[in-house]
């Protein structure tokens, strides 16, 4: 029996479909090399740390006192207001917690319930690329129409380091009468880039002059290693036309929990919990009331679990680049990315099947963030996770550094 259907399309969007067959993802398909080889898994982003102390004894709390059943499909309302205080003490974003935030299953459940319920099939949504690959399984599924803007790569003439960066005039030609969704994704996921107000608000002007919608997706959006994440609801204009989305699982290392939420205006929200209710309804409800604990911690708490990232960032990059890898320095989130042709390896795509077996180490390589895996300048590039434990990245270099020394 042939099984056909709009998962054939989100599967091949996302590069998994293989003469008619659906293929794991590359992340399952990297872990179980890291398996099979006893290899390091530097692919994966999933951190090594322990939550925050407060945020799992809430959890346990939570659980002791029962409170282990369905919570309100919207959430529970202790979460909606530690979400609501959030938005407003960190970026003066003023949101009612009854009617214009919803908690979700994670920012995944939250990204897909926003583009099914908004995107119409031959709908345009713009993202950059790489993208998370979610992205075009999601649009895929909406009959939706992906449009995406590169980009731009060079070396910085001083460090000899990989810089990232938009075309803003790209960014802004990507616009047309038929887009419907821009997708911001800024700390950006696979690179670490972060969006400047530049940037930003050419999505905002244009976004307004074709009446489209902005989604947010800022689930690093406190793991910046210099200046603080601007989110792009701030900037005028932006906010009545903004679904914002962010979640638990990067900022307090409960990826596990699936604790997201989205800030929009009532309207927006009330189409988005249409789609919502239909897919999960609710979870999580020991963990609601823990994350509303975590947001509640005061500033220092985050500034320093972004601090403890950014050395072991430094420690993956410097390593990196002293064994022969040109590597970008990312400005936030989990990862970094390393070009290997400067080691003699032009194709990340084989050299990450083959990293696991002869250095023990996995890695993802970028290619797997673009469509069709049409990576062009970037076909040498590999995404390594710096979210593990020191002891992990420093015996991954080492190994990296045995591996490559007969080719430097």
């Known amino acids: 029996m042939e099984i056909t259907g709009p998962w054939t399309r989100a599967a091949a969007a996302a590069g998994l479909l293989k003469d008619g067959v659906a293929r794991p993802t590359v992340f ?3 872990s179980a090399r890291a398996a099979e080889h ?26 002791r006192r029962g409170q282990n059943q369905y919570p309100p499909g919207a959430g529970e309302a202790v979460l909606r207001e530690a979400i609501a205080e959030h938005q407003a003490t960190w970026y003066g974003l003023r ?16 990204l897909a319930a926003t583009i099914l319920a908004l995107v119409e099939p031959g709908d345009e949504v713009i993202t950059l690329e ?8 999601m649009i895929a599924l909406a009959g939706g129409v992906h449009r995406t803007v590169p980009l731009t790569t060079r070396t910085d003439g001083a460090t000899g380091d990989l810089v990232l960066d938009v075309d803003e005039a790209e960014l802004r030609a990507a616009f047309s009468e038929r887009t419907r969704l821009v ?16 940037a930003l608000q050419a999505i905002v002007e244009e976004a307004s002059r074709h009446d ?18 601007l989110p792009i609801a701030t900037l005028p204009g932006a906010q009545d036309r903004t679904i914002s989305i962010s979640s638990a699982g990067k900022t307090f290392s409960v990826t596990g929990w699936k604790i997201g939420w989205i800030t929009a205006r009532e309207e927006l929200l009330t189409a988005i919990t249409g789609v919502k209710q239909w897919l999960t309804y609710s979870s999580g409800a020991p963990f609601q009331p823990a994350v509303a604990a975590g947001l509640r911690l005061p500033a220092s708490a985050f500034h320093d679990l972004a601090a403890e990232l950014r050395s072991r960032r430094d420690l993956l990059t410097d390593g990196l680049r002293e064994i022969g890898f040109r590597v970008s320095v990312p400005e936030a989130g989990y990862f970094t990315v390393a070009d290997a042709s400067p080691l003699g390896e032009p194709d990340a795509d084989a050299l990450a099947e083959r990293l696991p077996s002869e250095a023990g180490v996995v890695a993802i390589p970028l290619s797997a963030f673009y469509r069709d895996g049409a990576a062009g300048e970037a076909s040498s590039y590999l995404r390594l996770a710096f979210c593990k434990s020191r002891s992990t990245i420093e015996q991954a270099l080492e190994q990296l550094d045995t591996w490559a020394a007969p080719r430097r």
């Open 28 to 30: 399952a398909q990297m």
């Open 38 to 63: 006893g290899a390091l898994n530097l692919g994966q982003g999933y951190p090594d740390d322990a939550p925050p102390q407060a945020v799992t004894e809430a959890a346990v709390a939570a659980i």
């Open 95 to 110: 949101w009612d917690p009854a009617r214009e935030v919803l908690v979700s299953t994670g920012a995944t459940e939250a």
């Open 130 to 137: 790489p993208f998370y690959d979610q992205y075009a399984a």
């Open 183 to 198: 997708l911001v994704n800024t700390p950006h996921n696979p690179t670490g880039l972060m969006l400047w107000v530049g």
């Open 212 to 229: 489209a919608l902005i989604v947010t997706d800022e689930v690093y959006e406190h793991l910046t290693f210099g200046p603080a994440h």
